[in-house]
């Protein structure tokens, strides 16, 4: 009997814990029961009671009467509706200066008195509130600027510090739904805000929505700026979107504090804002296959350089220009601060790119005891149908730069020209990357034209092809979830093409797997160990 694979065990467990995790998310929609024979929890809202609102700003979480200032107060708010409150804020000197901001929501019932002070107000039994810190730290990006222009010749400030921004927009948001809690049932996450009275209900729950704010909400703040505009959007909310808020909340505290940027933290909560629990599985499902997808074609591709002897048939421009792309991709996606979640697959993607490249090149590291090693090229033992290959290689390579050449040289003139930049090295990085993402896929022609010539793919690594082919097809999905430069958005619909032709090729030239000759080899060394076994 043949076992199976580690591979194959550990995909199977991975897919079974997404699936398992899936369902354990869905269950954060269902409300705990309240059985008749226990204490239950009735929320404060189920009569349906008018309520008044106060917000008020200071520079301290917990601040004195005196410390605060009032911003906004509206007698009967109408927690049934979305709503929007627009106010101007007058920044204190500490705020100006890189210190900190807080709004301060408060919900009273509006049968009291009109008007109340802060002090009252948190004195008041019936009050419930929310504390937003208004304030981020944040290193602000570079400025940009035309190369050839006069403009370069000023001095730029350079931020490496963190410096105050604020958020101009913000939303909180009140559960609403009419549900029981049994006192010995209540979710954890919700414990922390929840304010018992008289024994058997609970009061309205109010909560900062921290998904809805985004990066692009902030706004730099410096000691010139006195007052800034600020928008508070309220949001009704089911218990089980609080829920998933908070637990969202909770693993973003803990990616924070394993490394994890504001920037990557901001995409990732991209995914999960004004989506519904379907299409957030959906999503949770989609991401998790494309993890398994590329560590299976990171594998399949290793094993198969790995036990590759003979190079006929492989492009050795297109692995070359694979590895330089690579490179390129990694660089430009560093400088643009994009997040971990592409930075990571593309950086390993790299270091395998590179060691294809050694290996087809025919590298060798041969030490004489000095500090660096000396680089050979082992050119011997090239045989007749590597030589055929490399033939088709240079004749195509040839075709391809009279095109390729001057749009690269073209492109880069133009954006050196119209377009502004950090620095010379952000301009030679964009303009290299501009050459991968919009004409790379010239570079992927000189294996279809040696697939053409030869009449087979049985070369081909057929099996990685495929993975990174479904990959490709879920990139098109990403593109439009996780937040990349638009460049990169569009070589993912590029490659898909690519990949089309090559599956056209796949039929057009089936695999005979039993035969071998000069001019193709299997796909697979194990192929060939069986076909000799069949001879004997």
């Known amino acids: 009997m043949k076992w199976p694979s580690i591979s194959s065990i550990l995909s199977k467990v991975f897919v079974a814990y997404i699936v398992y995790s899936i369902y354990t998310l869905s269950l954060l929609f269902v409300a705990p029961s309240c059985k ?79 008007f109340k002070s802060f002090k009252e107000l948190q004195k008041d039994i019936y009050m419930t509130n929310t504390i937003i810190e208004l304030t981020q730290y944040l290193v602000p990006e570079a400025e940009v600027f035309n190369l050839l222009g006069e403009q370069d010749v000023t001095p730029r400030k350079k931020y490496v510090h963190p410096v105050t921004h604020i958020k101009s927009k913000v939303t909180f948001t009140i559960m609403t739904e009419n549900i029981e809690f049994p006192k010995d049932g209540v979710p954890a996450e919700l414990i922390h805000d929840l304010r018992i009275l008289n024994g058997n209900i609970f009061l309205p729950i109010i909560n900062y929505d921290f998904l809805q704010t985004r990066h692009h909400d902030l706004l730099q703040i410096s000691p010139q700026n006195k007052t800034v505009n600020v928008s508070i959007m309220y949001t009704p909310i089911i218990l089980g979107k609080l829920r998933l808020m908070l637990h969202v909340e909770d693993a973003m505290r803990n990616l924070k504090n394993l490394g994890f940027s504001a920037k990557d933290i901001d995409e990732i909560k991209g995914i999960f804002a004004d989506t519904n629990i379907y299409l957030l599985g959906g999503t949770f499902f989609i991401a998790s296959i494309h993890v398994l997808f590329d560590f299976l074609a990171f594998k399949n591709d290793v094993n198969f350089w790995r036990r590759k002897n003979n190079l006929a ?90 095109l390729l050449y001057p749009l690269v040289i073209g492109a880069a003139l133009y954006s050196l020209i119209y377009q502004h930049h950090k620095s010379w090295y952000s301009w030679t990085i964009n303009s290299l990357v501009n050459g991968v993402y919009a004409f790379g896929f010239l570079f992927m022609l000189p294996q279809l034209f040696i697939n053409y010539k030869l009449k087979s793919v049985a070369h081909l690594p057929w099996r990685t092809f495929m993975y990174k082919a479904f990959n490709t097809f879920i ?26 032709i090559y599956l056209y090729q796949r039929w057009l030239y089936p695999v005979d797997k039993s035969r071998t000759d000069t001019d193709t080899i299997t796909e697979e060394p194990k192929f060939k160990e069986k076909a000799s076994k069949k001879m004997h």
């Not at 009032?70 to 100006?96: E, G, H, V």
């Not at 460049?487 to 690519?498: E, K, N, P, S, T």
């Open 313 to 402: 048939g492989l492009s050795k421009w297109t692995v070359v220009w694979r590895s330089f792309s690579q490179i390129i991709i990694f660089l430009y996606l560093l400088e643009e601060n994009s997040s971990l979640l592409v930075i990571i697959p593309t950086g390993i993607g790299t270091i395998i790119e590179l060691w294809k490249l050694k290996k087809i090149l025919r590298v060798k590291m041969i030490s004489y005891g000095g500090i660096f090693p000396r680089i050979q090229f082992n050119e011997n033992n090239i045989n007749a149908a590597e030589m055929k290959t490399r033939q088709f290689d240079g004749e195509s390579m040839r075709y391809l730069s009279y």
């Open 36 to 114: 008749k024979e226990k204490p239950c929890l009735k929320s404060y809202l189920h009569t349906n009671p008018q309520l008044q609102l106060y917000i008020y700003s200071s520079i301290m979480k917990r601040p004195k009467e005196k410390e605060v200032n009032s911003l906004y107060m509206q007698q009967n708010f109408d927690y049934t509706q979305t709503q929007n409150i627009s106010f101007s804020i007058d920044l204190p000197r500490k705020t100006q200066q890189n210190g900190t901001l807080f709004l301060h929501l408060i919900l009273v019932p509006s049968f009291q008195e009109q």
């Open 475 to 500: 990139d098109d999905i990403f593109a439009f979830i996780i937040t990349m430069p638009t460049a990169h958005r569009i070589a993912c619909f590029r490659d898909d093409a690519v990949f089309l």
